[in-house]
Nanobody, 118 residues
Framework: QVQLAESGGGLVQPGGSLRLSCVAS????????MGWYRQAPGKQREMVAT???????NYADSVKGRFTISRDNAKNTMSLQMNSLKPEDTAVYYC????????????WGQGTQVTVSS
């Protein structure tokens, strides 16, 4: 199976920046789509940004122009550069990855807390 580990969360001031990282380990043949999702207290988990194995990206409207997703297929890592952070970005950020051994399998990391507050 695949294990995902997020890191890089923390407390920042509004307007500040953070860079989140996700490392995939375990039995990996190929990872297809990857993405960052977040969940704030009392809200549903939402997609923040996704990236395919071909490096096509998609962003939630709320983060366009501020966040940048990237991945290194050789290292099975993914990053999310977050700039101009707002209090509404406060959430637990989760790494998500899809693999295709025989059927599509979805894996989630444990999440990393991002808090944007003055």
């Amino acid at each position: 199976q695949v294990q995902l580990a997020e890191s890089g969360g923390g407390l920042v001031q509004p307007g500040g920046s953070l860079r989140l990282s996700c490392v995939a380990s375990g039995i990996i043949f190929s990872i297809n789509n990857m993405g960052w999702y977040r969940q704030a207290p009392g809200k549903q988990r939402e997609m923040v940004a996704t990236i395919t194995s071909f490096l096509r990206t998609n962003y939630a409207d709320s983060v366009k122009g501020r966040f940048t997703i990237s991945r290194d297929n050789a290292k099975n890592t993914m990053s999310l550069q977050m700039n101009s952070l707002k209090p509404e970005d406060t959430a637990v950020y989760y790494c998500r990855a899809e693999t295709l051994p025989l059927v599509i399998m979805v894996y989630w990391g444990q999440g990393t807390q991002v808090t944007v507050s003055s």
